[in-house]
């Protein structure tokens, strides 16, 4: 079978099916235009017309369309990783290609919301109330045993008990009143107990009696018997022994199951992973003489490849009295070279333009700016 090769005459018509093999970009008449030009170009560059090139028009069609897509994939890569942390939970839209995404606080409000449930300021946990009854003489309560009598299947966790003795201020007199006992019984049976007699005249500051308040709740501590617990694994001991059993012990807790349930979130319609970003093949149209001359050359390293493979097929071909060598191993060599030095340097300028290296840049440029302004002579003003 005689396969015709690359006749220097490549035809490329927008819209006809077939010319490259995914046809991503064939409707694009910028795409049509450049195909013709860059099959000459990479024909002249491998040695056309001097030099048979044993690829077809299709070939360089295909190298093209290739290029093209590797640029976009390289470019997606570097808008994901600049972005992922803003768009994870974004609603699914057609293509994000020609989206601005600005930064915001939701990311790392979403990062800090577990230490705001356990510290109980805010978070994505639910606070739950319980209470126990007290009983007299019992020191001893079983919160966990409370649990499953209340029919709670998952473990809870305590994060807070609602026990703790009259505040230092309803204890508070002043000391000035004399012996004291006649007149703290005169203030109880009238309802001022919690209120210091004006016997004192003297406005104090108010770190007076800030040292008081203290110095009432460490006598307490210290000569008396402490109102206290201690909680370890649900399990509430109380101090000092309850002598009445009336009333009950409050406390907040969360079923630990919700803590697992609220870190996993349906995401159906929305951004997950870098996966379903819908970022999509670029529009051939919309990229820039830079982006352009960086796939005209990435299409010649994958058409020198190509020539590379067909030449190996036939390492030698025999003429009369002798035989040529052919340069299959050269080509596929410097193709293979050419193309891991052109996607490093695609990936350098992308890293160099992110938003981080921007900043960065910004930072530096005011900082040179303030070097240089000082080295201004300020103007002496004579008044």
């Not at 994901?80 to 600005?102: C, F, K, M, P």
């Not at 609602?162 to 007199?173: G, H």
Request: glycine share 8%; with cysteine.
């Amino acid at each position: 079978m005689n396969v015709p090769i690359y006749d220097g005459n490549p035809q490329f018509i927008a819209g006809t099916d077939g010319l490259t093999p995914f046809g991503f970009y064939d409707n694009e008449v910028g795409f049509s235009s450049d195909a013709i030009k860059v099959a000459k170009f990479c024909a002249s560059r491998l040695g056309y017309p001097l030099v048979d090139i044993e690829l077809q028009s299709g070939s360089f069609f295909a190298a093209f369309e290739e290029a093209v897509t590797t640029y976009g994939n390289e470019l997606s890569a570097y808008k994901i990783r600049d972005n992922q942390l803003d768009l994870e939970g974004y609603a699914h839209t057609s293509s994000l290609n020609s989206t601005i995404v600005t930064p915001t606080f939701e990311p790392i409000i979403k990062l800090t919301e577990q230490y705001g449930a356990e510290a109980g300021t805010g978070g994505n946990l639910t606070y739950y109330t319980g209470s126990i009854a007290m009983t007299a003489s019992q020191q001893d309560y079983d919160l966990a045993q409370w649990a499953v009598d209340q029919g709670i299947t998952s473990s809870i966790e305590i994060k807070k008990v609602f026990y703790q003795p009259s505040p230092a201020i309803t204890r508070y007199y002043d000391p000035y009143v004399g012996t004291g006992f006649g007149t703290q019984n005169m203030f109880d049976s009238f309802g001022f107990g919690g209120m210091s007699p004006a016997i004192n005249f003297l406005m104090m500051p108010l770190n007076f009696d800030l040292q008081a308040i203290q110095a009432i709740e460490i006598n307490d501590q210290v000569r008396r018997s402490n109102y206290s617990f201690e909680l370890r694994n649900n399990q509430l001991k109380i101090f000092p022994i309850p002598t009445t059993g009336s009333g009950n012990y409050w406390f907040e807790y969360i079923i630990r199951e919700d803590r697992i349930n609220s870190a996993i979130h349906d995401t159906s319609g929305t951004i997950s992973n870098v996966s379903n970003t819908p970022y999509t093949n670029p529009s051939y149209e919309s990229i820039n003489a830079v982006g352009r001359q960086w796939i005209f050359e990435y299409t010649l390293a994958i058409s020198k490849e190509m020539l590379g493979y067909v030449r190996g097929k036939y390492s030698n071909i025999p003429i009369p009295n002798s035989e040529i060598t052919l340069n299959q191993s050269d080509l596929i060599s410097a193709a293979t070279t050419e193309k891991a030095a052109l996607i490093e340097r695609l990936r350098t300028y992308f890293d160099e333009t992110s938003r981080k290296s921007l900043l960065e840049r910004r930072a530096q440029e005011t900082e040179f700016k303030q070097t240089e302004l000082q080295q201004v002579p300020y103007t002496i003003y004579v008044g």
